[in-house]
């Protein structure tokens, strides 16, 4: 990542590390189109964003659930929480990383990856067998 700053200051490995837990996550819940945008060089607001959707806003959830509970266990603190019992777009803020998850209407009507098109989506691979 060189020397790359982001919203906290540098960039540092976590930001990452804190990005593939998070897709993982995502993605062994059975999120679906899950994308992980390098944001850094696009806005302060984030290092990372992760986009993921889920089938209804019971799974989008559940998914927001899953997300808290991997990120607690690796000393993650969400600034921003509050309750989403019905909600169709989460968003979950842990500084540097942010987490969006929509049902699929939703996504597709903020597009955040046309809104965002200047950020180049990170590729990772999975850790899954």
């Not at 960039?11 to 590390?17: G, Q």
């Not at 998070?22 to 607001?45: F, N, P, Q, S, Y």
């Not at 993650?76 to 998850?101: E, M």
């Amino acid at each position: 990542m060189g020397d790359k700053t982001g919203k906290e200051g540098p960039l540092t490995t976590d930001s990452l590390k804190w990005a593939e837990v998070i897709r993982e996550t995502l993605l062994d819940h059975k999120g679906e189109r899950v994308v992980v945008l390098d944001m850094a060089e696009v806005t302060l607001i984030a290092d990372y964003f992760v986009i993921a959707t889920g089938h209804n806003f019971i799974q989008v959830r559940a998914l927001a659930d899953y997300v808290q509970d991997a990120m607690a266990a690796v000393g993650a603190r969400l600034l921003n929480p509050q309750r989403y019992d019905r909600a169709h777009w989460i968003l979950l803020d842990y500084g540097p990383i942010v987490v969006h998850i929509f049902t699929e209407d939703e996504r597709e009507f903020y597009d955040l990856e046309r809104f965002w098109g200047d950020a180049q989506v990170v590729e990772m691979e999975s850790a899954a067998p």
